[in-house]
């Protein structure tokens, strides 16, 4: 199996098992090795209570884009640090695309950045994630 290949399984199965994932409507656009591109549709019950869509929201997207493509060559990998800055507002209907690409891939850590646009290729946020690669197996 390719290393692709083998990056898709992976992925495939963690979104078959992750149900925060299916309920933010995350639709996988493509994956290759210590990367990921991810998107989600947003509705109206991810507003907040000021008129626009929560920030967990982008969050949410941006480390299921992380964990995507900090897991998928098989090593069962974990958030060690995140953070996100949110740059533009996000509103109902609006699609967001999360992009992941890896900037160092260590023995025992990761480091990725991923960044959100909207539908209009405006950036909404920025998110940068540390994992821990724990050297489990996700999938034998």
């Not at 933010?24 to 008129?51: A, C, D, F, P, W």
């Not at 969050?59 to 533009?88: E, G, Q």
């Amino acid at each position: 199996m390719s290393t692709n290949q083998t990056a898709a399984t992976v992925v495939a199965h963690m979104m078959q098992h992750d149900l925060f994932s299916q309920w933010l409507g995350i639709e996988v656009i493509q994956i290759k090795e210590g990367y990921s591109k991810i998107k989600i549709t947003v509705r109206k019950e991810m507003m907040n209570g000021l008129g626009i869509v929560h920030g967990g929201i982008a969050f949410s997207l941006a480390d299921s884009a992380f964990a995507f493509a900090c897991n998928n060559r098989n090593n069962l990998s974990v958030a060690l640090d995140t953070s996100i800055n949110f740059l533009k507002p996000v509103h109902v209907g609006d699609v967001l695309i999360a992009e992941a690409k890896e900037l160092h891939n260590g023995r025992s850590t990761g480091l990725y950045h991923i960044q959100i646009y909207n539908q209009n290729d405006h950036l909404v946020a920025q998110f940068k994630g540390t994992c821990y690669r724990t050297g489990k197996s996700i999938i034998s």
